[in-house]
């Protein structure tokens, strides 16, 4: 999850990752999972939007017009626990990612250190590599969504920095 922050004088935009396993997360109290869980998640950040959208009464509470209930409950969360107002959301999955990344042509990157990929998303166009190697990459929807997916050699910090960094086009660390 990556919050976007736009300072509408300056026109700059910050992008601040969320890691999907924080714990603890707080709700509105005077919401249906506030109500439920008054003292924190029992699980992590982005087990909110699966637990909503599989629970009836949860989806009811969090219905509106148009928008998924599981991200409108998880943008209500990160709001609430992060003290700032979420105007509104984009939801990509990792077929929509892989989409929007062919679309545009690909995108060239600097990887600065080889990244070992998790492997083929379900729907994957072709094979990606084992490891994608360190220097600059041009790669398709399928290769970039390995990069920024990938665990496999450091940490959910490293994989959440390559999201920005892939987002933000700066160099891959």
Same mark, same amino acid.
């Given at each position: 999850?990556?919050?976007? !922050?736009?300072?509408?004088?300056?026109?700059?935009?910050?992008?601040? &990752?969320?890691?999907?396993?924080? *714990?603890?997360?707080?709700?509105?109290?005077? !919401?249906?999972?506030?109500?439920? #869980?008054?003292?924190?998640?029992?699980?992590?950040?982005?087990?909110? #939007?699966? +637990?909503? &959208? &599989?629970?009836? *009464?949860?989806?009811?509470?969090?219905?509106? *017009?148009?928008? +998924?209930?599981?991200?409108?409950?998880?943008?209500?969360?990160?709001?609430?626990?992060?003290?700032?107002?979420?105007?509104?959301? %984009?939801?990509?999955?990792?077929?929509?990612?892989?989409?929007?990344?062919?679309?545009?042509?690909?995108?060239?990157?600097? %990887?600065?250190?080889?990244?070992?990929?998790?492997?083929?998303?379900?729907?994957?166009?072709?094979?990606?590599?084992?490891?994608? *190697?360190?220097?600059?990459?041009?790669?398709?929807?399928?290769?970039?969504?390995?990069?920024?997916? !990938?665990?496999? &050699?450091? !940490?959910? #910090?490293?994989?959440?920095?390559?999201?920005?960094?892939?987002?933000?086009?700066?160099?891959?660390?």
């Amino acid at each position: 999850m990556i919050l976007v !922050s736009i300072h509408r004088p300056s026109g700059r935009v910050a992008l601040i &990752s969320v890691p999907r396993n924080l *714990e603890h997360i707080l709700f509105p109290p005077d !919401s249906a999972l506030g109500q439920r #869980y008054p003292y924190g998640f029992d699980d992590i950040a982005n087990a909110v #939007y699966p +637990r909503v &959208s &599989s629970r009836e *009464e949860l989806r009811d509470a969090y219905r509106l *017009e148009g928008l +998924r209930p599981g991200a409108v409950a998880t943008a209500e969360t990160l709001g609430y626990s992060l003290d700032v107002t979420i105007d509104d959301y %984009v939801l990509v999955d990792m077929m929509g990612f892989l989409e929007v990344v062919d679309a545009m042509g690909g995108v060239t990157v600097n %990887v600065r250190k080889a990244v070992p990929t998790p492997g083929n998303p379900p729907g994957a166009k072709h094979p990606v590599p084992d490891v994608i *190697e360190a220097g600059v990459q041009h790669m398709d929807g399928t290769t970039a969504l390995a990069c920024v997916r !990938s665990r496999k &050699s450091d !940490s959910d #910090y490293h994989r959440m920095r390559r999201q920005r960094d892939v987002l933000g086009d700066r160099d891959l660390h």
